[in-house]
């Protein structure tokens, strides 16, 4: 994951979990915003969802990268047996042109 990413990820959580406890924190001191408080139950339930999805984008992010990981490590090891192909195709032709049989034609 890019370092933008993680700042960006880093703010959102604190965000969410800012978000979360200020509604809970509303929840005890009704009189700071008295209009707002049945409307409490609902931020919290909206502000857990949101840490909810930033813990699973977080979880699929890290996947997306794991499997990324295994193919760059799998073309790796197909690269490198290519390039032992090639190596064996120039080693038998050059043997073959060293040879005396091919110098007697």
Known sequence: MSKNRVIFYIIFALFHVG???F????DGNTNLLFSMVSWVPYFKWITFLGVILIIADVIWSWIINRDSQRE???LILELNTLKAKLFDLQEAS???AGSPSSQAK
């Open 19 to 21: 978000a979360f406890i």
């Open 23 to 26: 509604t809970v924190v509303l």
């Open 72 to 74: 760059k490590a799998a």
């Open 94 to 96: 050059s043997k073959s």
